[in-house]
């Protein structure tokens, strides 16, 4: 008796982790697509992708890595790109990210190197990142 409920337990819940797994790759999957969408108007602004990966597992994502030039990312374009893409999640998402870089990187004084670097994670919670200049430390 207390193995036919243990066994019963133990399909209930691998069912559940099932359905739970399928519905993450799914909702992972929408969010992956959505992203997609922005690489085209990021390579508009000068941004070239140099590196695009897949990962697929309960959760799949994606990675794409962009090289531009710091001179197509004035504080004025930036701004410009903000409000031309208001209401658009990802995009935005993005040149905040690169809009913040900037202001930081001139509050350490620290002269600007080349190339500006854009690392795009997307998974069910996605990273950007921006590197400016050679990173010598992959991470």
């Known amino acids: ?9 133990l399909k209930g ?3 559940l ?15 992956i697509e959505d992203w997609l969408e922005i690489f085209p108007q990021l390579a508009e602004y000068g941004l070239e992708i140099t590196s695009f990966s897949m990962g697929l597992a309960i959760s799949p994502s ?23 893409h208001k209401g658009e999640h990802s995009i935005t ?5 690169i809009r ?10 620290a002269p600007l190197r080349d190339p500006l670097i854009l690392k795009i994670v997307v998974r069910i919670s996605p990273e950007v990142r921006v590197v400016l200049g050679q990173p010598i430390l992959d991470d």
Do not use: C
């Open 62 to 84: 994606l990675n794409v890595e962009l090289l531009g030039k710091h001179e197509d990312w004035s504080d004025e374009a930036i701004a410009k790109r903000l409000a031309d």
């Open 13 to 15: 819940m691998n069912d």
């Open 17 to 31: 982790a099932g359905s739970v797994g399928e519905g993450a790759r799914e909702k992972s999957l929408a969010l």
């Open 100 to 109: 913040t870089a900037y202001r930081l990187q001139k509050k350490t004084q």
């Open 1 to 9: 008796m207390l193995g036919d409920i243990w066994n019963a337990t």
């Open 93 to 97: 998402t993005v040149l905040s990210t």
